[in-house]
């Protein structure tokens, strides 16, 4: 018996994403193929020794000049240290988390590593690992399509 395949949904070039674990809503996102892990726009990155020997990492999410900044610090238990290939083809080494992003009103549990983006045009980017769990496909002449169909869905509703 043939196993049924599960179709694939349609993202944009550009998404706006929740991260319902942090509080934020609508942060844009860019989906970039080329890239295996999603990253996070961050700063204040370190890690810091509780007074029972384990260590924690502490983090503020996005900045100042994003709407949804808060200014909390994040505290996040499990992490990791990798080795990360830019788009420029330089390794450097970042902390990766794992977290929920969500998209079409479904949640997805996928790793992002942790970096300044401020020099970057969006603060979010999604990479391969998630679009393969999630399986998406993307079609780069569109823009928003988790954010459309989620302001329809919520419309649908009585």
Request: hydrophobic share 35%; glycine share 6%.
């Amino acid at each position: 018996m043939k196993k049924q395949r599960v179709p694939k949904r349609v993202v944009g070039r550009r998404e706006l994403v929740d991260f319902p674990q942090f509080d934020i809503q609508g942060v844009e996102a860019k989906v970039d193929t080329g890239a295996y892990t999603g990253a996070i726009h961050c700063s204040n990155i370190r890690v810091e020794q509780l007074p029972d020997g384990r260590q924690i990492l502490r983090v503020q999410l996005l900045d100042d000049t994003h709407p949804n900044f808060n200014g909390r610090p994040m505290y996040f238990a499990d992490f990791s240290l990798r080795d990360i290939k830019s788009s420029n083809g330089d390794v450097q080494e970042r902390y990766v988390i794992q977290t929920i992003i969500r998209l079409f009103n479904e949640d997805y549990v996928t790793e992002f590593s942790l970096s300044d983006r401020s020099d970057m045009k969006y603060p979010v980017l999604i990479g391969r690992l998630l679009l393969r769990r999630g399986r998406f496909v993307v079609d780069v002449a569109r823009r928003n399509v988790s954010a459309k169909f989620q302001h329809a869905t919520n419309q649908a509703r009585p």
